[in-house]
């Protein structure tokens, strides 16, 4: 068991019968009350994020997990495949442990993949990925205002809003929490 002031942001919990990782938590003494601790928990399950406000006096158990960096290798039968990059033993996760984030996994990609008990129980792409343009209609000539923005589709199939310049064979950054352009990395 773990004591509220020992909570630290990255920690998993087992909260409700489930397991949350901390994302956020701020000390609280409002007035002449007793001391809490506001937090902002992510389902490793489902990617849900919460609000809980814990007393001091609470006992939370802190679960150990064990988190490993893996690259991506291929999707089959609505699996990811992924190989350990020191001992090159391979693991299949199902694609539904990404979520949203799996239109912007191509091959190659780093991924960390967090395992309890020996077993994966949540996978997290990089925060920012660069990939190419795979189709992009042309910027229509006098298109020039300000903040006047184009659907792409990139290399992985995602569709994302970028600026009138971007071109197919242009290199993107994403960031992947939101799947927004960020900057062009190379001109195509």
């Known amino acids: 068991m773990a004591a509220i002031s020992d909570f630290r942001t990255g920690m998993a919990i087992r909260h409700n019968n489930d397991i949350w990782i901390i994302t956020e938590f701020q000390h609280v003494t409002p007035g002449n009350w007793r001391a809490m601790v506001r937090t902002k928990l992510k389902n490793l399950k489902t990617g849900?994020?919460?609000?809980?406000?814990?007393r001091m006096t609470d006992k939370i158990e802190e679960i150990r997990l064990e988190?490993?960096?893996m690259q991506f290798l291929y999707e089959a039968d609505g699996s990811l495949h992924f190989m350990d990059n020191e001992t090159y033993d391979q693991l299949s996760i199902p694609d539904e442990m990404l979520g949203d984030q799996k239109q912007f996994l191509k091959e190659g990609n780093t991924c960390t993949i967090s395992f309890l008990e020996g077993r994966p129980i949540s996978?997290?792409?990089?925060l920012f990925v660069e990939l190419v343009v795979a189709e992009a209609e042309p910027a229509v000539r006098g298109d020039s205002a300000t903040n006047i923005?184009?659907?792409?589709?990139?290399?992985?199939?995602?569709q994302v809003q970028v600026p009138l310049f971007v071109k197919e064979g242009d290199t993107l950054k994403i960031d992947t929490r939101?799947?927004?352009?960020i900057e062009r990395m190379s001109k195509g």
Request: charged share 25%; glycine share 8%; no cysteine.
């Open 48 to 54: 849900r994020v919460i609000d809980v406000t814990f």
């Open 67 to 69: 988190s490993k960096p």
């Open 123 to 126: 996978a997290e792409i990089p």
């Open 149 to 158: 923005m184009k659907f792409a589709v990139l290399e992985t199939g995602a």
């Open 178 to 181: 939101t799947g927004k352009y």
